[in-house]
């Protein structure tokens, strides 16, 4: 009998996870019982992957409620594909507490299973917790393939995928002799890691040779902490999320407490003076949910608006041609929410405002002129540009005078996020996520709107904001201020931290620590496997993301055509989405994606056994490799 045909997906954490759910959803209606081999290339536990693996602190927390985090489709999703409903993590856990679902092994741990016991829906879940939701996630895709589709787990990291456009592709893996033959690829690899650019380069540099530590980006759960000395200040650059796993590691992570608001240090800990460009957190979570009325979104960024720009014959520009409209989407979100749930604060007829409102162009006098009109105090207005930069402007005389509007700052925003009677603010971030479904089908769009979408949309949990605020009395943690810069004293053998906020003061340390991701652009990206797919001739956008078509993933080369054998989801990639997952009923744009691509797959696994006079296959298992 002729060979099977075989599909190799190279990421098996969650979005390969949610691919594979997908292949299995769309299966009976485009590929049959003919047989298939599922190949799952990842050197971590299929499901969780890397970020999610069992193997790390029970500390690190999720950023989202656990009702707020699924894996499966609903009728929100833009998608051909039917859809497969399935449990929230919360609807999961309460499965798991009632004996209605078998979890994976890794969930029997003592603390592990604690957790799933105590835990509810607006609870912040560790990420082993999600881990053991996203196996449980990933064998029940495994088992709803088709009995003709055998899987093959290969624990292990893909080097470089060959192969004609018209023929198989060879995937070469570490530690294994012969490649893995496939007529199809996948790529979804997740985050990945990067070599340190020129600045991070020098400054490595500069602390070896004067005996210090510099810890360039990375992903925080896996860096090597204990150089970090008890006592001793640490400049911290960045106050997003890598600054809170940070945070939580050199402090609960050393034996502190915390005790009726207040922390109690172990004395392991060193003191973190932390700036970053704005100079505050991110937002912390929303914490409160929907009531009333939901604006209909999208409204001035929906299908249409996103064709007529993609049709245009000139070049994009995201600030000049797109931004416009997300601003106005989010507006509409959030003057909607102020006219049905806070009407005391406008003083328009609502149905008169909407209607200017939709006629007056993004950006406009006019737009601005009727706004002022119909909400008369400026704080009730939304002013992005005022929200993206706090602290433009403010200058502090000294770092603790600093300190206590730091906090001042901080403690609003705690305030303002847990009290609905600024619902508005949900309601912006239902824009944003509305937005974000949109902009994914413009293809790189640069880091602006990303960095923005996660300081507003995606900060931290407000318990986090609070530790934080409990570090910061206790002296553990310093705040720098905006416009964070950082120099290195050849001189002195020191770094030296500095800020717009408190004009000519100075932090000296003799550590330094980048509290980012790494950005793994193709001439610095650690994966041996994206580097040879761009010395191949795929091709990447200005800022170094893969390029692939927006509407299946497939992989393009440097004229724009696209592979018939390779594809790409992920944040590697001019198509990314806000997250691998999603809360439930918001569209999820990557399952959108994982929909296409799987039906794409699918389709031309289906013409190769067919085009071989194939007969229907049977085998059905699970190998690993």
Known sequence: MSRRPSLAVIGAGPRGTGLVE??????????????????????????AGRIWRHDQSPLLWMNSMAEDVTMFTDDTVRQEGPVRPGPALDAWAADVREGRTEPPGDAAEPGLRAEIEALRGQDFPSRRLQGAYLRWVYEQSVAALPPSVTVHEHRGRALRVTGPPDGRQHVRLEGRAEPLVADLVVLTIGHLDAEPDAE???????????????????????????????????IVRGLGLAFIDLMVLLTEGRGGRYENGAYVPSGREPVLYVGSRRGVPYH????????????????????????????????????????????????YAHYHRLFTAHPERTTADRTAFEEKYAAAEPGSDDLRALIAAAVPDPADRLDIGALDHPLDGVRHSSYDALQEATRHYIAADLDRRHDPGHSEDLAVFLGLLSAYGQLTRFGDIGSWWHGLFSYLASGPPGPRLRQLLALSRAGVVRFLGAGTTVEADERHGVFRAGSATVPGERVEARALVEARLPDPSPERTRSTLLRALHEDGAAATATGLLAVDPGDGRILDREGLPHPRRFALGPHTAARAGGAFTRPRTGGPAFRQNDATARAALTFLRGLTDSDGRADGRSHGRADG
């Open 200 to 234: 991070q380069r020098k400054l490595s540099a500069f602390a070896d040779r004067h005996g210090l530590v510099h810890l360039p980006p990375d992903f925080t759960a896996d860096s090597d902490l204990s150089a970090l000395r008890a006592g001793e200040p640490v």
């Open 22 to 47: 997908r292949i299995a959803a769309n299966a009976a209606g485009l590929y049959g019982h003919r047989p298939l081999d599922l190949h799952l290339v990842d050197p971590y536990p299929p499901g």
């Open 284 to 331: 912390s979570k929303i914490g409160y949910g929907w009531q009333g009325e939901r604006p209909a979104l999208p409204r001035f960024l929906g299908p249409d608006r996103t064709e007529e720009l993609l049709s245009r014959t000139e070049p994009l520009d995201f600030r000049r041609d797109i931004w416009p409209h997300v601003d106005k989407e989010l507006g």
